[in-house]
């Protein structure tokens, strides 16, 4: 039986935020409800210890997530999940208190991404504040992630890195300069279980665009695949409009899912490092692994 790393759950594709380096869906807008959650659990079960909250939308909009985070610890799940950080000060009490919860992804270029409603110190008060009570009441790893780099040779100099880094460093009472451990590495350990990574900008994969070439290697289906509010499944977490349905979890078991013929020629493509879907060849994130 095929075990992947992680299997991405989206419990729910809407969001409060409009980023304008994410490609938004077209498809319907809707919050998983326990029942569904429930189901789902059951079906992942077998394949994956940790599952992840993180697709398209906001997780922390789902009234439900207390229910989620108690039902994947009943299930000896772990569960990470990806927020943009705007409601940790609304729900951040439920994330600390929840036993399944392993990782806090928190994306800092959201900020950037939007227009401004808050001012920069008042969201970092809200997310660094966070991170302190998590440190101290739990074992949650919180990364904050800044990617917004439009190279790597950049580095914090992209538009509000400065200041998000200076904030940082203050609010966390840091004892070295950010933006000098930068010049050695982008991913740096501020204090125990708490990270910040740096990347790049990256260009979704889209199906109208021209293809960035059929060379293309990806952990779709060997590491991770996802599961969309409606029960699609799709063959990785970048799949944001589910693009390439492999099968809807609530009509057919996973296992019969992911032995199936679409997603066995993926597979095998990429191990082969050929896509044979026209989505693949069109994704700036894959383009990383020929690095």
């Not at 705007?86 to 270029?109: C, E, F, P, W």
């Not at 780099?149 to 992209?158: A, I, W």
Request: glycine content about 6%.
């Amino acid at each position: 039986m095929r075990k992947f790393k992680k299997v991405y759950i989206e419990i729910t594709n809407v969001c409060n935020l409009s980023c304008n380096f994410c490609p938004k869906t077209k498809r319907k807008y809707k919050f998983m409800s326990t029942e569904e959650f429930t189901y789902i659990l059951n079906e992942v079960k077998p394949f994956t210890e940790h599952i992840y909250f993180h697709l398209m939308g906001e997780p922390l909009l789902n009234e439900n997530i207390g229910y989620f985070l108690e039902e994947s610890s009943n299930k000896g799940l772990n569960v990470n999940l990806t927020t943009n950080g705007t409601l940790l000060s609304k729900v951040g009490d439920k994330l600390i208190n929840a036993k399944a919860l392993r990782q806090v992804n928190i994306s800092l270029h959201s900020f950037e991404a939007n227009k401004k409603t808050v001012e920069l110190e008042e969201y970092l008060d809200n997310v660094t504040d966070f991170i302190i009570k998590a440190r101290e009441n739990s074992d949650i790893i919180c990364a904050i992630r800044l990617w917004n780099m439009d190279s790597n040779d950049l580095k914090g100099e992209n538009n509000l890195n400065k200041d998000i880094l200076k904030i940082l460093e203050e609010k966390l009472n840091l004892d070295f300069s950010l933006s000098e451990k930068l010049q050695e590495t982008n991913r740096i350990k501020l204090k125990d279980k708490v990270y910040l990574n740096m990347a790049e900008k990256f260009q979704w994969p889209d199906i109208k665009i021209d293809s960035l070439g059929e060379e293309v290697f990806c952990h779709g289906l060997r590491n991770q695949i996802g599961i969309l509010v409606d029960g699609t499944v799709v063959p990785c977490c970048l799949d944001s409009d589910g693009n390439l349905p492999l099968g809807n979890v609530f009509e057919k078991p996973l296992k019969d899912i992911i032995t199936g013929e679409r997603a066995t020629n993926i597979y095998n493509g990429f191990s082969r490092r050929v896509a044979v879907e026209s989505l693949c060849k069109k994704c700036g994130y894959a383009t990383r692994f020929k690095k």
